[in-house]
Nanobody
Framework: QVQLVESGGGLVQAGGSLRLSCAASGRTFSTYAWFRQAPGKEREFVAAITWTVHYADSMKERFTISRDNAKNTVFLQMNSLKPEDTAVYYC????????????????????WGQGTQVTVSS
């Protein structure tokens, strides 16, 4: 059974850090990504990793995506968190390796986790 399970969300003060994890089972994936969705907002791209890494411009220099292929797990290290980072963070995966344009597209991903809440207090 294919499953993506996020963990690591929680409440953190502005300027703090969190490390999100997404454990995949049932398949191996070429592409992993993180998206986030704040209340009343569209789900937006955060970061992706294939053979290289991709970031939304607003997340560069603060967030780092990485993967452990042996454990079939992807991580998102989030530093210098701001209140505007508050959102539900979703892990996504695609069997195919996605190009630069496609990694930012929700429809490109085959599988999604249920999300983990990140709340940043001011």
């Amino acid at each position: 059974q294919v499953q993506l399970v996020e963990s690591g969300g929680g409440l953190v003060q502005a300027g703090g850090s969190l490390r999100l994890s997404c454990a995949a089972s049932g398949r191996t994936f070429s592409t992993y990504a993180w998206f986030r969705q704040a209340p009343g907002k569209e789900r937006e791209f955060v970061a992706a990793i294939t053979w290289t890494v991709h970031y939304a411009d607003s997340m560069k220099e603060r967030f780092t995506i990485s993967r452990d292929n042996a454990k079939n797990t992807v991580f998102l290290q989030m530093n210098s968190l701001k209140p505007e980072d508050t959102a539900v963070y979703y892990c996504a995966a695609a069997i195919a390796g996605l190009g630069t344009g496609m990694v930012k597209t929700r429809d490109a991903y085959n599988w999604w986790g249920q999300g983990t809440q990140v709340t940043v207090s001011s």
